[in-house]
Structure formats: structure tokens, C-alpha cells
């Protein structure tokens, strides 16, 4: 019998495909079922949440709209004031800033920006890939409606279709690994369709449904190219679920690393030796991508390094035109509609620590290239903010502005601008030598890159973003560890648990403390029971190594993978700063997460009451999902 490259004979590969039909044949009975409750639970979810009461539901339906207004590739310039007034005005009618708890404005907004609460939300247009607001866009190109409320409730129930497929998928992946196990066949997909967070999530308007589901369907593959080997078909399968997986949402980006060591451990699981010639091949690749990676991370770009634009524009933020000291300038200037450029820089949180209640000095040499032009210096930190106009002349002239940082600051930023804003015909400003000094500190400098001296990354904006998500200088800042830090993490972990669980609205409607408690209890559970687990494995792997190269542990070892990714991902890029994950970040591992807190449970209980295990646990968490659907949600809602 022949074999193909990746060790499968080549009959095993011909049959794959009648056999995939016969298997989807066999639970189809399942399926169908299962998709119709996800289907059904969401549509209920999507009409109990009033309109705009999920996590940034009004930037989500803002990027479908104007996706279908203007095309594939969208910018954050692309923003609709007329469009934000509509759903502002939505959202006034529906009482979104009273079940916030936030005090209702007196003017209703212009936009989301100027709305102190919407604000924090940021936009999705320009940051967000519009894989996930295509079908939403043709939709309302279809039905040619310019309602609001309309095109959210399309969203939402595109989000539910999502949903309800990743749970059949979640069953999927059950029978793959637990094909004898009816506990297991019957909690993985319970877990996951009754997980109340995931179900609010699941019926909004919100690019996670899609994030979880090409997740899911890239696990799903990874463990039956494990169980059954792997074709040039199903590794093609598994890389555009892995590039699809990162487009639809950066929470996804743990896929990329999972398949990475999916490929050793595959080939160790296989018994598969790699010829010398394929190795040598393979170590040049490696070398030449170094190369690759270390050219493309090393090259500057035009952009000053540390500093961003707003409104985003073409323009270059560094220039060689003038300069005080060494080589480079920051430039603002403004774009041919006269819409005001301004350039900041975020201080790191463990300096705005040790500044809360002190004094700071913003100094900056300015100049234009022809001409007078009126700027500002300015220094915001969330509680107060000062600012100091001035004019600009053709010569360099030194500006300074001092602020006093409020004891409660949790972020500080300084702020280069022109103005008027409203001019067509605003000139150019040059910056040089801009210093954030602490005064008790003499020559303490809190702002990088004052002189334009380093140019940003060539990898784009958005790859510059995603390279933020990895904070080695606070990973690497002694500072990040320090007692106050440790115990904001500690919080900052417990309340992403709570936002796993259950913490609905705009994470305003949490659950009553004895619930996060007994949820912790069952976590902690699961938890031992996959400690024992483990232990068996590693004594199995004592008495017989050869023997734990079964294809169920090798499937198990990925889920491993992934949740230990997921978490790192997650949780690492709060690290020196105060940003709070939230618990739906965790939802693209969903299915390692239900499927190791499922087994963990059954390694507990004996496999004789497997069964009234499976009953117990399928009531449990419909209970669950109920009580907080009716218990929590709707009263809040509608008292």
C-alpha cells in the first residue's frame, strides 16, 4: 500500500471524504436539534436586550453601514456624522445612558466621540478587518433600509446564526474525541450553548461570533487532521481557518502559534522522520524568514515612532524639512477638508503612577514653514486638562505648559495641535525637543522620541497595534511588579472571570457575589479533576512512553495548547498597564475551555454515574442560563 507525504495511505485519503458524509449522516439527527435550541435561545436573547445594550454594539452596526455605503476598505476618516446622530438618537429613545448608569446628556452628542461614556469604546472602522460586516452590508443593500434599529437586529441575528453553528461544531468536536464517552458527547455542547455570557455575546451585534466560530472550526480540523492525518486539502483547510480566524478578530490570533506547534507535535506523533534534505530546506527557510521578519521589524517608516495622528491622515508625522537638534522634526499639518491634526503620546502607566499629584512641565520648540500659525500644547489625564494656545513664526520659539496631575489619574497623555480647526487653509507646525519633565525630578523625561529621531515600524498601522499586545518594555519594567500591581491583576482576573461567566449589558449587570463564588467552587473542581488526569498521564508515560502517543491524549495536548494560549493572550498585554481584559476575550478558545472543564468533571465522578452526571450537569447550566436571562436581565431591562 502506497502512502502520501504525511504518512497516510493513500486509501485512507480516498475514502476521507465517503467517510466524513457517513459521519455527518449518523449525527445529523444531533445536529439539526442543536442548531435549532442555539438558534431559538438567541432570537430570545436578541429580543429581550434592548437595542444597544451590548458591548459596543453602535461602532459594530456604524462599520456595517458604512460598508455598505462605501465599499470594501474603510478607514476611521470614513465615519458618518449623520449616521452616528441617527443611532445616537436610537439609543436616546431606548434609555441606553440611564441602563449604563451613566447620567443622561443634556444635548444629545454630535457623535460617538464626544459622548464621555462611547468614547472609551473607540471605533471600529479602521481597526477592525470588515470580514465580519460583509454579510450584515449586502443584507441592508438588499433590503434598501436606512432604519437603525432595523440593521441592528440584522446584525444581531447574523451574530446568532454564528453562534449556533459553533456549537454544533462544539458537538463535532465531541464525538472526535470522546466517541464512547455520552457524558462528554452531551456537556462539551451544553457548556457551550448554555454559557450565559456566551449566549448575550452570541445574539449581539459584535465580530466575536465570528472570531469564535473560525476558532472553533480550526480546533475542530487540528484534532481530526491529528486523528485521521493530514492531507494537502486539510492543511490548506487549516491555514485559511487560521488567516480567516485573524482577520475576523484580533482575539483570534492565538490560532497562528497553535498551529505552529501543531506541526511537531504532529510529526512525533506520527513516528514521521523528516529527511535530511527536508531539514536542511527547512532550517534555510527558517534562516531567510529571520532575515525577512528582522528587515521588515528593523525599517522605518516616514511616521515618528511612539507618536499618533488623529483624525488618521496620509501625512507624514516626521520630517527632515527643519529640524533644532539632530536630523528630524514631528510635523502637523492638516488634511484638504480642514479637518485640525494633532499628534499624542500616551505616558506609560507605571510613570503615571509615580507623577499622580505632582507637578509636570510640557516643553516644545515650535516653528513653522512659512508664515504665523496658531497651535496648542496640551496635557490630559483623564480627570483635568490644561492647555496653552500659542502662535508659531518661522523661527523656532520654545513653548511650555505646566499641569498639576490629579491624585486620581490613571492615564496621562500630552497633545501636539493645530488651530483653528475650521480654517481650509491651515499651514504646517513643526515640533523639536518636546520634553514631558517631572519637576521634583530634574531631567526626568517622560515623553519618547521628542525629536522625530526614530521612525515607526513599516509594518502598518494595524501590525503595529497588534505588536502593543505583547508589552516587553513593561513585561521587562520592574515597576509592572510591585504589591499595587499584583493586586490589580489579581482584580483585573477575577473580574474577567466574572465576564466569562456572566456580567452582562456593558458589563454593568453582574451576578450577586455567591454566584461568582459557587462558579469559582465548580472551576476549582474542574480544575482538580484534571490534575489527577494529568498525574495518571505522567505515570503512564513512566511505565511506557510509547503508549501516551495515543491519538485521544495527542487531540487532548492541543486543547492544552490552546486554553494556555488563550489565557497568555489574554491576560499579558495587561502587564504595566491599566487595561482590564474582559471575559468574551477568552470565548475563541471556547471549545478547549468547555472541553477541559468537562473533562475535568468527569475524571471526578465515577463512570458509573456518568449518566446522572450528564442530567445534572445538562440542568445545571440551563438553570443557569435561565436564571440569569430571567432573573437578572430582564429585570434589570424591564424591571
Known amino acids: 500500500m502506497t502512502t502520501s507525504k504525511s504518512g497516510v495511505p493513500h486509501s485512507i485519503q480516498d475514502r476521507a471524504p465517503r467517510r466524513f458524509q457517513g459521519f455527518l449522516a449518523h449525527h445529523l439527527s444531533l445536529m439539526i436539534p442543536l442548531f435549532c435550541l442555539s438558534l431559538l435561545m438567541g432570537l430570545c436573547y436578541s429580543l429581550v436586550i434592548p437595542p444597544w445594550q451590548a458591548p459596543d454594539e453602535p461602532g459594530h452596526v456604524e462599520y456595517a453601514v458604512r460598508l455598505a455605503e462605501k465599499g470594501w476598505f474603510l478607514s476611521s476618516q470614513d465615519t458618518s456624522l449623520e449616521l452616528q446622530r441617527d443611532i445616537l438618537l436610537s439609543m436616546k429613545e431606548f434609555d441606553f445612558w440611564r441602563y449604563v448608569g451613566r447620567d443622561e446628556p443634556q444635548a444629545l452628542p454630535r457623535s460617538f466621540a464626544d459622548d464621555q461614556f462611547l468614547v472609551l469604546s473607540g471605533t471600529q472602522l479602521g481597526d477592525e478587518s470588515p470580514l465580519y460586516y460583509v454579510v450584515p452590508a449586502l443584507t441592508f443593500t438588499l433590503i434598501n433600509t436606512r432604519d437603525v434599529l432595523l440593521q441592528l437586529f440584522v446584525v444581531r441575528w447574523f451574530s446568532v446564526v454564528l453562534t449556533s453553528v459553533t456549537v454544533v461544531i462544539s458537538y463535532l468536536v465531541a464525538v472526535e474525541l470522546f466517541p464512547e464517552n455520552r457524558f462528554m458527547i452531551i456537556a462539551i455542547p451544553a457548556f457551550v450553548i448554555f454559557l450565559p455570557m456566551l449566549a448575550y455575546i452570541g445574539a449581539s451585534a459584535n465580530n466575536d461570533t465570528l472570531a469564535v466560530l473560525l476558532s472553533s472550526l480550526l480546533i475542530w480540523q487540528l484534532i481530526r487532521a491529528f486523528r485521521k492525518g493530514v492531507s494537502k486539502r486539510s492543511a490548506f483547510v487549516l491555514c485559511t481557518m487560521a488567516l480567516l480566524s485573524i482577520l475576523a478578530k484580533k482575539t483570534a490570533l492565538f490560532t497562528i502559534p497553535l498551529l505552529i506547534i501543531a506541526i511537531p507535535a504532529y510529526l512525533w506523533s506520527r513516528h514521521i522522520a523528516v529527511p535530511k534534505t527536508y531539514r536542511s530546506v527547512g532550517a534555510a527557510s527558517c534562516v531567510l524568514a529571520a532575515l525577512f521578519l528582522g528587515v521588515v521589524l528593523t525599517c522605518r517608516g516616514a511616521d515618528a515612532a511612539g507618536w499618533a495622528v488623529q483624525p488618521e491622515s496620509c501625512m507624514d508625522t516626521r520630517s527632515d524639512y527643519v529640524a533644532r537638534s539632530g536630523g528630524h522634526s514631528l510635523h502637523v499639518g492638516d488634511g484638504p477638508r480642514g479637518l485640525c491634526r494633532r499628534l499624542m503620546q500616551s505616558v506609560s502607566y507605571n510613570s503615571v503612577r509615580e507623577v499622580r499629584g505632582k507637578e509636570v512641565t510640557l516643553n516644545a520648540w515650535a516653528r513653522t514653514s512659512t508664515g504665523k500659525q496658531e497651535g496648542s500644547l496640551a496635557i490630559v489625564d483623564g480627570e483635568t486638562r490644561s492647555t496653552r494656545p500659542f502662535v508659531a513664526t518661522e523661527t523656532w520659539s520654545l513653548q511650555s505648559l505646566t499641569h498639576t496631575v490629579s491624585s486620581e489619574a490613571e492615564s496621562l497623555r500630552v497633545v501636539l495641535r493645530l488651530s483653528p480647526c475650521a480654517r481650509e487653509d491651515t499651514g504646517d507646525l513643526y515640533f523639536d525637543d518636546v520634553a514631558l519633565l517631572d519637576i521634583e525630578r530634574e531631567g526626568f523625561n517622560l515623553v519618547a522620541n521628542g525629536s522625530a529621531e526614530m521612525g515607526s515600524l513599516r509594518i502598518g498601522p494595524r501590525l503595529e497595534r497588534l505588536a502593543r499586545r505583547v508589552p516587553l518594555r513593561q513585561l521587562l519594567d520592574a515597576r509592572s511588579y510591585d504589591l499595587s500591581s499584583l493586586r490589580r491583576y489579581v482584580l483585573y482576573t477575577l473580574l474577567t472571570f466574572a465576564g466569562f461567566w456572566a456580567n452582562f449589558g456593558w458589563l454593568t ?16 473542581a474542574a480544575a482538580i479533576g484534571l490534575g489527577v488526569l494529568g498525574t495518571s498521564v505522567v505515570r503512564q508515560w513512566k511505565r511506557d512512553r510509547s503508549a501516551v502517543r495515543t491519538r485521544h491524549n495527542q487531540s487532548l495536548f492541543l486543547l492544552v495548547v490552546a486554553f494556555c494560549l488563550i ?10 498597564r491599566d487595561w482590564q481584559p474582559q471575559g468574551r476575550y477568552l470565548f475563541p478558545a471556547i471549545i478547549p475551555i ?46
Open 509 to 524: 449587570i453582574p451576578l450577586d457575589p455567591e454566584w461568582y463564588a459557587l462558579l469559582a467552587l465548580c472551576s476549582l
Open 567 to 576: 489565557l497568555l493572550q489574554t491576560f499579558l498585554p495587561m502587564i504595566g
Open 594 to 639: 468547555a472541553a477541559l472543564f468537562s473533562l475535568g468533571w468527569s475524571e471526578l465522578v465515577p463512570r458509573r454515574s456518568h449518566n446522572l452526571l450528564a442530567i445534572a450537569w445538562t440542568v445545571a447550566f440551563f438553570l443557569l442560563n435561565v436564571l440569569c436571562l430571567f432573573g437578572r436581565i430582564s429585570p434589570h431591562f424591564y424591571g
